[in-house]
């Protein structure tokens, strides 16, 4: 992308050229796919170049930095604390403990600023590390001959803020340490990156990361896990679980580290329009076209329901983005397509996109066939399941608010027999039809995370999914609250850390006893005459079905984990009293049909 290679581009004029670059995705806005007429011979990411053993293996520790009067570094930390003796004493201490692979110690250190850099350079040798500051301000003689004497084993550390993110070689070096608050997932690859060259001197390179109470905390594991879906969840489950990438490659973090990065991912809005704007135009940059909405999941990019967060259908995210009004000009198909893409391109249900496919691609299907079809791909087949199916396509499961929001219905029913509706097939045009195909099919790919049914354990569902997906009639999720018994289902969802200024009569102290074992408070002002409760208690005789959702918090938003089936443990139930001790409410033990996972036990329970 530089003016350099431009002009020499320019120059030229093969018959074919061959380009190769480790930053395709660039920080400067140019489009280097575009110099190439969009032609990518081959790719490989960090990932695969690790387990194809082309690079060193990393050791990855993110620990917590230094806190000044009670509070941890945070981007407003001023240079005297962040070159301040206690956190000198920190950094040694942590490099000395984590160590490399090799005789010696040959490391990059990068700072927040120049000041920083020359500051801690002095400090830490005067602490016995032999280190140099190096920064834009020094020559290329300089720079060259301050790399010699590291890869010579005459300095330790070289201190640097961002000359060396990209364009520079030292094979040798088997430490990287991280001081400041990570700006960019691609420049953390491209500083991590300078560590992973292969050399005889080391089997893997130690990155250590020091994690302050940084806004942008929630870009390491976009980074380290190459993940670009801005999927909450997603970045949530990798932060959780174990992480071996490959071989000795492996990511670790202090808990109060991982609790920074947690707290980020909560109170970041990964749906704001320049997130998304920059993740539609990084995909358009590399297609040389507008995408589709399945081009999203295809490359591996912004998981595309995060762009529903924001917009109301796809047609609106190109015409925010491209000023083209192509799918928004038809104002009757609006609302469908609003329908389509908030409540159906999820995947968190198969069996509506399926339909909506052949009516779209055939006209019409009968009931029996449909039927057919559905046990053929072993999904549900039940009466109630296919009365939950048509409620859902003809807006009739949904609140009077929705429906109007949604505007045209695509399902007609006449005689047992299933067919576009004439009132939405006047408005559909061939381009709309693809584009509804494809996002249909954006639905259909991303249903894979969901392979159970009605829910898949471990996955989040909000209220209105879960009552949706359990066959209800109607959309009652606002008056669920805690618990709800219709239709033979019980859904049950606790919020496991309540806010701290709740009254003392909904201050329930639900919680798992085991990770087996759930114990749970009914409504305040109940007892075992209570219906509900009796309903409950009851629940193994009479069939009832109870399904467990889980939030860790109220700052997580309106989705619960799901945590399978449960069952009433018989004679565990006890009438008792708030925390006020005068408002009655019965306590109750469930048994997990199976069990939560260590990480995902762990997650929720701890605050």
């Known amino acids: 992308g530089a003016d350099s290679y431009k002009k020499v581009m320019a120059h030229f004029h093969p018959e074919f050229f061959l380009g190769m670059t480790a930053t395709p995705e660039r920080t400067d806005g140019q489009n280097i796919y575009e110099l190439f007429d969009y032609n990518i011979a081959y790719e490989i990411r960090l990932q695969d170049a690790l387990d194809n053993d082309m690079l060193c293996p990393f050791i990855y520790f993110g620990v917590k930095d230094i806190e000044i009067d009670g509070h941890l570094i945070d981007e407003k930390t001023n240079i005297s604390n962040l070159t301040s003796n206690e956190r000198v004493k920190h950094i040694l201490q942590k490099i000395d403990f984590y160590g490399v692979s090799g005789e010696k110690v040959k490391g ?11 500051e801690l350079a002095s400090k830490l040798n005067q ?8 920064t834009g301000d020094d020559n290329i003689e300089t720079r060259n001959e301050v790399v010699s004497q590291l890869e010579k084993g005459k300095l330790d550390y070289i201190l640097t803020v961002d000359i060396f993110n990209e364009g520079i070689d030292i094979p040798s070096v088997n430490q990287v340490v991280m001081l400041r608050n990570t700006q960019s997932s691609i420049v953390f690859v491209q500083q991590l990156g300078r560590g992973l060259r292969k050399h005889e001197s080391k089997e893997y390179v130690t990155i250590i990361d020091f994690i302050g109470n940084y806004k942008n905390n929630y870009l390491i594991p976009i980074a380290l896990f190459g993940d670009k879906s801005m999927n909450k969840d997603n970045y949530r489950r990798e932060l959780r679980e174990p992480n ?18 947690f707290k980020s ?12 704007k920059e993740a539609y135009m990084e995909t358009k940059n590399r297609l040389g076209r507008t995408p589709n909405l399945s081009d999203f999941l295809e490359l591996d990019s912004l998981d595309p329901y995060v762009f529903f967060d924001t917009f109301n259908h796809y047609g609106e995210v190109i015409a925010s983005f491209e000023k083209e009004d192509r799918f928004i000009k038809i104002p009757e198909l609006n609302g469908f397509l609003t329908f389509l893409c908030k409540e159906l391109s999820n995947g968190k249900r198969k069996e509506e996109l399926y339909l909506l496919k052949i009516l779209l691609e055939k006209g019409k299907i009968s009931r029996s066939e449909f039927k057919q079809i559905l046990t053929m791909k072993q999904l549900g087949s039940s009466e109630q399941l296919f009365k939950s199916i048509e409620n859902c396509l003809d807006y009739n499961f949904f609140v009077k608010r929705d429906q109007e929001k949604y505007g045209l219905s695509a399902l007609s029913i006449e005689d047992d027999t299933y067919q576009l509706a004439t009132d939405f097939t006047q408005f559909l045009t061939e381009e709309y039809k693809k584009f509804i195909l494809d996002i249909i099919q954006t639905g259909l790919e991303r249903s894979q995370k969901y392979p159970q049914e009605p829910l898949t354990i471990g996955e989040k569902y909000s209220r209105k999914d879960a009552v949706r997906l359990l066959n209800w009639d109607k959309d009652e999720s606002s008056t669920v609250y805690g618990y709800k018994v219709k239709h033979g289902t019980c859904p049950i969802f606790v919020t496991y850390h309540k806010d701290d200024d709740i009254t003392e009569t909904t201050q329930y102290q639900d919680g798992f006893l085991s990770n087996k074992v759930f114990h749970w408070y009914s409504r305040s002002n109940r007892s075992f005459k209570s219906k509900e409760v009796a309903d409950i208690m009851q629940s193994n005789q009479t069939g009832l079905a ?11 938003g309106s989705d619960f984990y799901y945590l399978g089936p ?3 443990l018989e004679d565990s139930a006890t009438e008792t009293r708030m925390q006020d001790g005068k408002t009655p409410v019965v306590t109750m033990n469930f048994e997990l049909a199976n069990e939560v996972s260590s990480a995902l036990y762990d997650y929720l329970t701890k605050k």
């Not at 990059?108 to 020359?118: D, R």
């Not at 071996?244 to 990065?261: C, D, H, Y």
């Open 108 to 118: 990059l250190i990068f700072c927040s600023s120049k000041q920083e850099a020359h």
């Open 127 to 134: 602490n016995g590390k032999v280190c140099r500051a190096l």
């Open 244 to 261: 071996i990438l490959n071989g000795l490659t492996t990511i670790n973090f202090e808990e109060v580290a991982k609790e920074q990065i």
């Open 265 to 276: 991912i909560t109170n970041t809005n990964l749906s704001n329009r320049a997130i998304l």
């Open 546 to 556: 109870l399904h467990l959702f889980v939030k860790k918090e109220d700052g997580e």
């Open 566 to 568: 449960v069952s009433y």
